[in-house]
């Protein structure tokens, strides 16, 4: 089930919003500010941003321009939605990296057309990943290291996954837990070292790449 933030200032327009995309079986989290939802984004990153252009505390162009400086968010799904209807407001929302635009008012059945597929271009963008002599096939579910297939558990394809779409990025223990697991395994974190040292047995001397940031997470380089 795919995390949706929205961030809107109008309660009605983020009552609506919510709700529609509730309804349309995602999860979603609310913000009325840019203050609020940085908090929040700094513990847990979601799959898509719906994001106003005018909040009370920011202007939406100048966050998306933040996000896609930073090295864990500069891949991250943002649809913009504002009042704005004049052409020259929606170049600068795209070009300034928006994945795309929604105009007030809207209907209910465009938003969840545009976030479905925003989402889909963005998994059929990561059908294949590879970082060193790793390889990793989405479509077929399958690893190689050095062109030879690596049999690994559903849990260990899944963190690998997540760890070479953020390669460089140092991953969380509780965004691990959370994205591979599903559920906050508080007390129970062994578990995913077990499965960080068997998934390094496995990949061999490819292994090495996946360091240990001590007291924070993981990271693949």
């Known amino acids: 089930m795919s995390l949706i933030y929205v961030v809107e200032d109008d309660k009605n327009i983020l009552e609506i919003e919510m709700f529609a995309l509730k309804n349309s079986s995602y999860q ?3 913000f009325e500010s840019a203050g609020d939802f940085y908090k929040k984004l700094d513990s847990r990153q979601p799959d898509l941003v719906l994001l106003d252009v ?3 505390d920011a202007d939406g ?3 998306v321009g933040k996000l896609r400086k930073r090295p864990e968010t500069k891949k991250l799904p ?3 939605v504002t009042a704005k209807t004049s052409e020259i407001d929606k170049v600068k929302g795209l070009d300034i990296g928006a994945d ?3 105009t007030k008012p809207f209907g209910v059945m465009e938003l969840i057309a545009r976030v479905r597929a925003v989402l889909r271009r963005t998994v ?3 059908k294949f990943l590879s970082l060193g002599d790793i390889f990793l096939d989405n479509e077929k579910r399958m690893v190689y ?3 030879i297939p690596c049999s690994l558990t559903f849990k260990e394809y899944e963190l690998l996954k997540l760890l070479l779409y953020n ?3 140092v991953v969380t223990r509780e965004v691990i837990l959370e994205r591979v697991w599903g559920i906050d395994f508080e007390g129970e974190s062994r578990t995913l070292d077990m499965h960080i040292r068997t998934l390094r047995q496995k990949l061999g001397d490819a292994g090495a790449m996946i360091r240990t940031v001590r007291n924070v997470g993981y990271m693949i380089e």
């Open 78 to 80: 943002i649809i913009l």
């Open 145 to 147: 290291v050095k062109d």
């Open 61 to 63: 162009l100048e966050i």
């Open 54 to 56: 005018m909040l009370p």
């Open 124 to 126: 059929e963008e990561e």
């Open 100 to 102: 795309d635009y929604l």
């Open 28 to 30: 979603v989290e609310g």
């Open 167 to 169: 390669a460089g990025i």
